[in-house]
């Protein structure tokens, strides 16, 4: 079992910036590939990027690419992801889901991971 908290949203102008940060505990954390998704009022949850367990693979959303970064620290059991030149498109609540190992298929498929935490919510304003 992982329990993931994630933290760090809040309230920024368009054209600022956030860092979020999920925070893991339960099982070893440097195991899991971690990805990000958000979801907006009345959409779809959508994928926003991925690393892999070994940090040696980053994906990321077309639309996102050269916006957001996502980072990992296995020593802090962390995975961040570092928003910037935000716009009000960007408000969503944003979750962390973590999967097992390696994921052989698609890594913005939800059905891929195992746990999520509960979200943080992002506003941009215009």
């Known amino acids: 079992q992982v329990q993931l908290v994630e933290s760090g949203g809040g309230l920024v102008q368009a054209g600022g910036s956030l860092r979020l940060s999920c925070a893991a505990s339960?099982?070893?954390?440097?195991?899991?590939?971690m990805g990000w998704f958000r979801q907006a009022p009345g959409k779809e949850r959508e994928f926003v990027a991925f690393?892999?367990?070994?940090?040696?693979?980053?994906y990321y959303a077309g639309s996102l690419k050269g916006r957001f970064t996502i980072s990992r620290d296995n020593a802090k059991d962390t995975v961040f992801l570092q928003m910037n030149k935000l716009k009000p498109e960007d408000t969503a609540v944003y979750f962390c889901a973590a999967a097992y190992g390696t994921i052989a298929s698609d890594v913005s498929n939800k059905q891929a991971y195992n746990y999520w935490g509960q979200g943080t919510q992002v506003t941009v304003s215009s």
């Open positions: 339960g099982r070893t954390f440097s195991s899991y590939s």
């Open positions: 690393i892999s367990w070994s940090s040696g693979s980053t």
